[in-house]
Every structure is written in structure tokens, then in C-alpha cells.
């Protein structure tokens, strides 16, 4: 009897450990910064149904079989890919994933800062400052004050990989992301209940298909890679520290679940209280961008009691989600140029912090003292998204697909997959996306976005 409980426990932690690093590499500012921003800008619900879908299809198929190739190969990116062959389409398939978290990093610590400026706000007993509706445009247009900020985040993010005490942080958010989502839940439910939230409701709940277009699908695409952190290597990582006896599929979908679980209630605490708050501009509110959250959220705090202790509270575990996951962006950074560039630990941390700070810097500076240039028509910080989310994902994706079929072989994946008696149930859809859709549909998206970016097409 005891052996058997020991035993019943020993897999239990296992499995609960990958599921809780996992979910908490996953939640981030990805779930209640961009997600809500995005379904209020492409479409509301139609947006929600078409990211629901991709997740549970594509999704999980990207998601089994990186996990998989980790587990299998017991490397990261580059390592795994070369474990299977050693020519430049391998080297290729191996960087591109690797490559993706050194441009998020930087630009994600912006936002980092934009929200340690909010705490500090709060903190600082703003609530009615920081509900006004030019606060958000005056401090962006601020360039000191948007770059000091960043560097509080930065160096919040580096100096952890300096020395190295993760495990700390991990404490730390495993006590934060409950309490967010309790949170999370009480802020939903005051924003569902205000007068004339409703429309919002049924805005971001109900699809609507005039609110369709093909760009729902491709902001959709990216939002779900960025979300769960597909197609970026760092999946394959985490596989790689996976005990054989845990089961794959069983321990994704609950990442998947959980991630998607708080993208949803972070747009129920958004959406509707951009209908609420803003009157005759919510049409033009909803369009707001990056900006979104930083506008809406604090008027939202601003009309209730206590609004400046909910401020802070909010704020700050909006800061401890975004801060786990820098982390884990600049860790899989620094452990690649130790890998592959043999680098001392320090100095692949000194480089992480340059390349943060340079390519953070940009971003920062966009909107102020750089306003006046832009790379495409974009912006630093939407181009650095749109490099990575719309077009290094899709192809770092399709090389993981066709790495799956040409090398590691379906057979190899579900093997990995069933190891120690695991069910492998969804196996006819993996095999199905794998095999005829995902490529061909990430080409497409891919060239969609390119297409649309230069103009030739208008999506
Ligand atoms: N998924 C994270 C979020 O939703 C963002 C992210 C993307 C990330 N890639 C990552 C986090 C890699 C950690 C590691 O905010």
C-alpha cells in the first residue's frame, strides 16, 4: 500500500511540476495585455471562435510535438534539430526557434515597464490621475520617463539571470498565479455588472461573421504561438525536462487549458468595460491597440471603492506574470549562446542584457524620440511583434512540422507520446493536421502577412 501511494505520488509531482513551469512560462503578458487587445480589435467573438479553434487544433498539434521532440532528443532547439541531421536545413530549423525569444525579450520588457509605471502610480495614490484619458498618450510620449521604466524591468529580468535564483521566482508565482486568477475573477465580474457592459459581453462572447476577416485568422494564428510559447523552441526545452513516465498529451492540454482559461477571463474583465467606460468612442476605444489595457483598466479602477488598493494589487501581479515569464525569455536566450557559442555563463548573460536593452531601447524610444521613424509603417515595437509573431513563427512552425514528418517520423512522436502506457486520443487530428493541413496553412498565412505588409494585398 505505501509503495503504491509513493508511487502514485512520485508521478503525480512529476506531471504537476511540468504543468505549473509550463503554465507559468505561458501566462504572461500574452494573456491579459495582447489577447484582449486583439479580440477587441479583429472581430470580438468571431476572433474568440477562430483562436479557439486554432488552439485546440494546430495548437495542440505544435505543442504534442514539440513536447515530444524534447522528450525524445533531451536537447534544446538547435540541439534537437541537429540530432537529427547536420546539414544547414537542420542548423536553420534550429536558430530561427531560438531566435524568435531574443526579439520578443526586449520589447516584452517594455510593456514591463509600462506596467511597473502603473504600479507605481497606483502606489503612489493616482487612481484618479491615471483614469484620465490623455495619461496614457502624455507618459508614452515621455521618452525618459517610458526608457526608465524599461531599464527597472530589464534589469529586474537580467539581474535574475545573472545569479541564477530562479527557483525563488518560481516560489514566487506559483503563490502569484492563483491569486491572479482570483482576482482576475473578481474584476470580470465587477466589469461583466456595470451599466452597458453587456453589449461587450456579448461583443467578445458572440461571433459575429461581419466581424470577420482574414486578419482575424492570421492575428489569431500569431496570438496562439505567442500564448502558449509555440513555435520558439522553448516548448522543446521543457520537454526535454519531462520524466518519460508523465503523459504528454495529458499535461499539455492542461497548459492549454489554463492558458486559454485566463486569456478569456482577461478579455471579460476588458472588453466589456470598454463598453461601459467609454460611451460613443467604444467603437474607437476598441481599436486602441498595445494601449488597451492601460487605458480601460485603470477607468475601471477609477469608478469603484477601494479602487487604489485593487490598482496596486492588479498591477502588481500583472507585474509578477510578465516578470516569470522575461525570466524564462532571457533564460532561453542566455542557455543558447552558452549551448551553442560556448560561451561563459556571465558573459552569455552580459550579452542578454546588451541585446535587451539595445533591441528594448528601440521600442521605447518608437513612440517619442524615434517617433518619426518607422519600418514598414510600423513602429518599433509593432514591428518586432510583427517580425516575430506573424512572420518567424509561421516558418520556425513549418520547421518543426516538416522536421516531424521527414525525420522524427509519426511513428517516433506517437511512440514518445505513449511512452509508459500513456493514451495518445487525439491521434487522428494530430495526424491529420500534421500531415495535409499545417504546412500548407501556415504558408498561406505567412504569405498573407507578407503580402499585406508590402501592400499588394489588403487583409
Ligand atoms: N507566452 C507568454 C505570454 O503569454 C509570452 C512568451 C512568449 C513567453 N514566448 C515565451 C514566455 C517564452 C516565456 C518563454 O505572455
Given at each position: 500500500m505505501s509503495t503504491k501511494t509513493s508511487a502514485q505520488r512520485a508521478s503525480f509531482s512529476g506531471r504537476l511540476g511540468y504543468v505549473l513551469t509550463t503554465a507559468g512560462s505561458a501566462v504572461g503578458l500574452g494573456n491579459i495585455w495582447r489577447f484582449p487587445y486583439l479580440a477587441a480589435k479583429y472581430g470580438g467573438g468571431a476572433f474568440l471562435l477562430v483562436y479557439l479553434i486554432l488552439v485546440m487544433t494546430f495548437g495542440y498539434t505544435l505543442i504534442i510535438s514539440e513536447t515530444a521532440i524534447g522528450r525524445m532528443t533531451k536537447k534544446s532547439p538547435i540541439g534537437a534539430f541537429e540530432h537529427f541531421g547536420k546539414g544547414p536545413s537542420f542548423r536553420f530549423g534550429g536558430w530561427i526557434n531560438a531566435i524568435i525569444p531574443m526579439i520578443i525579450g526586449p520589447y516584452y520588457c517594455v510593456i514591463g515597464g509600462w506596467v511597473l509605471r502603473y504600479l507605481a502610480g497606483y502606489a503612489a495614490g493616482g487612481v484618479k490621475a491615471l483614469s484620465g484619458d490623455n495619461y496614457f498618450s502624455d507618459f508614452i510620449s515621455d521618452g525618459v520617463s517610458v526608457e526608465g521604466w524599461f531599464l527597472v524591468f530589464a534589469l529586474c529580468t537580467v539581474v535574475v539571470i545573472f545569479f541564477g535564483v530562479q527557483k525563488g521566482v518560481e516560489k514566487i508565482s506559483r503563490l502569484m498565479m492563483p491569486a491572479l486568477v482570483v482576482l482576475a475573477l473578481l474584476v470580470a465580474i465587477y466589469s461583466v455588472t456595470r451599466p452597458g457592459a453587456l453589449s461587450g459581453v456579448r461583443y467578445f462572447l458572440i461571433p459575429d461573421i461581419?466581424?470577420?476577416?482574414?486578419m482575424t485568422v492570421v492575428a489569431a494564428l500569431g496570438q496562439m504561438f505567442y500564448s502558449l510559447s509555440c513555435a520558439m523552441g522553448i516548448l522543446i526545452t521543457y520537454g526535454s525536462y519531462m520524466?518519460?513516465?508523465?503523459s504528454i498529451e495529458r499535461s499539455t492540454s492542461e497548459v492549454e487549458f489554463f492558458d486559454t482559461a485566463i486569456a478569456i477571463l482577461a478579455g471579460l474583465m476588458i472588453i466589456p468595460a470598454v463598453f461601459a467606460f467609454s460611451g460613443n468612442d467604444a467603437a474607437r476605444n476598441?481599436?486602441?491597440?498595445?494601449s488597451l489595457m492601460f487605458i480601460t483598466m485603470p477607468k475601471v479602477f477609477g469608478s469603484m471603492g477601494m479602487g487604489t488598493a485593487i490598482g496596486i494589487i492588479f498591477f502588481l501581479l500583472v507585474f509578477f506574470a510578465a516578470l516569470t515569464s522575461s525570466i524564462s525569455l532571457a533564460e532561453t536566450c542566455a542557455s543558447t549562446f552558452e549551448d551553442?557559442?560556448?560561451?561563459?555563463r556571465e558573459y552569455a548573460s552580459m550579452i542578454v542584457t546588451v541585446l535587451f536593452i539595445g533591441l528594448g531601447t528601440l521600442s521605447s524610444l518608437g513612440?517619442?524620440?524615434?517617433?518619426?521613424v518607422t519600418i514598414l509603417g510600423m513602429d518599433f515595437l509593432d514591428f518586432f511583434d510583427f517580425l516575430s509573431n506573424s512572420i518567424m513563427m509561421p516558418i520556425a512552425a513549418i520547421a518543426i512540422c516538416v522536421l516531424v514528418l521527414r525525420s522524427v517520423t509519426l511513428k517516433g512522436i506517437e511512440e514518445e507520446v505513449c511512452k509508459?502506457?500513456?493514451?495518445?486520443?487525439r491521434k487522428k487530428i494530430y495526424t491529420f493536421i500534421i500531415k495535409y493541413l499545417s504546412i500548407l496553412f501556415l504558408l498561406v498565412i505567412l504569405a498573407s502577412s507578407v503580402l499585406n505588409v508590402l501592400g499588394i494585398i489588403h487583409i
Open positions: 461581419r466581424h470577420f476577416s482574414w520524466e518519460k513516465d508523465v476598441l481599436q486602441a491597440g498595445p551553442e557559442l560556448h560561451m561563459k513612440f517619442n524620440v524615434l517617433k518619426s509508459g502506457g500513456a493514451k495518445f486520443k
